[in-house]
């Protein structure tokens, strides 16, 4: 659920953001990067850093996201799902870990003995539990591919592809990451209404609405209309992004809210949330 923003913030690149390599196990989209150049810079493959962040259109990456470095910092190739152990690299966080391995964030706490899941210390060792042998429920292994089933089923609600498409790309978000989260929220059915007020596709609360009114300069914008809802959706997504520099920390805050991610680190249930969303995006 989206809360009110903490401040007013322009919709772009954070000042000061520089790319990272192998090193630190992540790197920031630049302007005119390409995938492929990209995957050469850091000597891995183009297929692997694709599957590791979940691209599927590998001519496709967004200016300003960070990406996961298959390999970096590990013992075992990144992503495995096979067990073993991880040396903590600086900037790393569990819920990118977990996402990596294909283990559940509350999972990987578990076996390490962390109390505070939001704390991870440089150069520490942690072991990576095996990843579950099949996540689809229908036994067959690996994680669930292709559109979820109910929304095949509504062809009402798939139409808005194109329009998740243009604001993404209008505010610079992955798509994937934006339709997931949505979907999470609402199934995208705008009609939803949350006995807080938040309302519509990407659930949206009024004070966030009148915030992000501002923030573009349209005041006439309405959450009850879908394009306007997830025009918002991404333009608050945009920020959060700029503001935390990783998609986890970002849909974190969307759903706890950013002051109180700030203070007091993701809780338990927004850990959970947050490992739906990096799923999801997978399938989208």
């Given at each position: 659920m989206?809360s009110?923003?903490?401040?007013?913030?322009?919709?772009a690149?954070?000042?000061?953001?520089?790319?990272?390599?192998p090193a630190s196990?992540r790197?920031?989209?630049?302007?005119?990067d390409?995938l492929?150049?990209?995957a050469?810079?850091?000597?891995?493959?183009?297929?692997?850093?694709?599957?590791?962040n979940?691209?599927?259109?590998?001519?496709?990456?967004?200016?300003?996201t960070?990406l996961v470095v298959?390999?970096a910092g590990?013992?075992?190739?990144?992503?495995t799902?096979?067990?073993?152990?991880h040396?903590?690299?600086a900037?790393?966080?569990l819920?990118g870990?977990a996402?990596?391995?294909g283990?559940?964030?509350?999972t990987?706490?578990?076996?390490?003995?962390?109390r505070?899941?939001?704390?991870?210390?440089v150069g520490e060792?942690?072991?990576?539990p095996a990843?579950?042998a099949?996540?689809t429920g229908?036994?067959?292994?690996g994680a669930?591919?292709?559109?979820?089933?109910r929304?095949?089923?509504r062809?009402e609600r798939?139409?808005l592809r194109?329009?998740?498409?243009l604001?993404?790309?209008r505010?610079?978000v992955?798509h994937?990451?934006?339709?997931?989260l949505?979907?999470?929220?609402?199934?995208?059915?705008n009609?939803?209404?949350?006995?807080?007020?938040?309302?519509g596709?990407g659930q949206l609360m009024?004070?966030?609405v009148?915030?992000?009114r501002?923030v573009?300069g349209d005041a006439?914008l309405?959450?009850?209309?879908?394009?306007?809802?997830?025009?918002?959706t991404?333009?608050?997504?945009?920020i959060l992004?700029d503001q935390?520099g990783?998609?986890?920390?970002a849909v974190?805050?969307?759903?706890?809210?950013?002051?109180?991610v700030?203070r007091?680190?993701m809780l338990?249930?927004?850990?959970?949330?947050?490992?739906?969303?990096?799923t999801?995006?997978q399938r989208?």
């Amino acid at each position: 659920m989206a809360s009110a923003l903490v401040a007013v913030t322009l919709l772009a690149t954070p000042a000061g953001a520089h790319t990272t390599g192998p090193a630190s196990g992540r790197y920031l989209v630049r302007r005119g990067d390409v995938l492929s150049r990209i995957a050469a810079s850091l000597g891995v493959s183009t297929a692997a850093l694709a599957a590791i962040n979940g691209i599927t259109n590998q001519n496709l990456v967004v200016e300003g996201t960070w990406l996961v470095v298959p390999g970096a910092g590990t013992g075992q190739g990144a992503g495995t799902g096979s067990g073993g152990t991880h040396r903590v690299q600086a900037g790393e966080t569990l819920i990118g870990l977990a996402a990596r391995y294909g283990v559940p964030a509350l999972t990987l706490a578990a076996a390490n003995g962390l109390r505070n899941a939001n704390l991870l210390v440089v150069g520490e060792t942690l072991r990576i539990p095996a990843a579950p042998a099949s996540t689809t429920g229908a036994g067959g292994g690996g994680a669930p591919t292709g559109l979820p089933s109910r929304l095949l089923a509504r062809p009402e609600r798939l139409a808005l592809r194109p329009t998740f498409t243009l604001w993404a790309a209008r505010y610079g978000v992955p798509h994937d990451l934006l339709e997931g989260l949505t979907y999470l929220e609402s199934g995208w059915q705008n009609s939803v209404v949350s006995p807080d007020g938040a309302v519509g596709i990407g659930q949206l609360m009024p004070q966030t609405v009148d915030d992000l009114r501002l923030v573009i300069g349209d005041a006439t914008l309405d959450p009850r209309d879908p394009s306007d809802n997830i025009r918002m959706t991404a333009a608050y997504l945009r920020i959060l992004l700029d503001q935390t520099g990783t998609a986890a920390k970002a849909v974190g805050s969307y759903y706890q809210g950013a002051a109180s991610v700030t203070r007091r680190g993701m809780l338990p249930e927004t850990l959970i949330y947050v490992a739906n969303v990096l799923t999801l995006r997978q399938r989208f």
